[in-house]
């Protein structure tokens, strides 16, 4: 399995924008799919953003039109830029990738985001 490693995460005030680097160890170009969840405390974890095959994108409805998913296949790296951030955006954000659509999934180890003034 591919290691993905997450990075970018941090402390933003509302309004405010963060960009998450996921870093795969081989390549990403032949996956099925990435893209990333995240969990708040007490809460499940929530699909976010995904790119699958071919370029198609899907985002949940709560992140929709703020943030957006893009590959760098060249680099192996996943991101996500998140803009207008609001304080029911922090979270724990993992990246997973998989390379076909039965296949289990490759996670990361999770990125701190906090949303607060």
């Known amino acids: 399995q591919v290691q993905l490693v997450e990075s970018g995460g941090g402390l933003v005030q509302p309004g405010g924008s963060l960009r998450l680097s996921c870093a795969a160890s081989?390549?990403?170009?032949?996956?099925?799919?990435v893209g990333w969840y995240r969990q708040a405390p007490g809460k499940q974890r929530e699909f976010i953003a995904a790119?699958?095959?071919?370029?198609?994108?899907n985002y949940a409805d709560s992140v929709k039109g703020r943030f957006t998913i893009s590959r760098d296949n060249a680099r192996n790296t996943v991101y996500l830029q998140m803009n207008s951030m609001k304080p029911e955006d922090t979270a724990v954000y993992s990246c997973?990738?998989?390379?076909?659509?039965?296949?289990?999934?490759?996670w990361g180890q999770g990125a701190q985001v906090t949303v607060s003034s």
């Open positions: 790119i699958i095959t071919g370029g198609i994108t």
């Open positions: 081989g390549s990403i170009a032949s996956m099925y799919a």
């Open positions: 997973y990738a998989r390379r076909t659509p039965l296949a289990d999934a490759s």
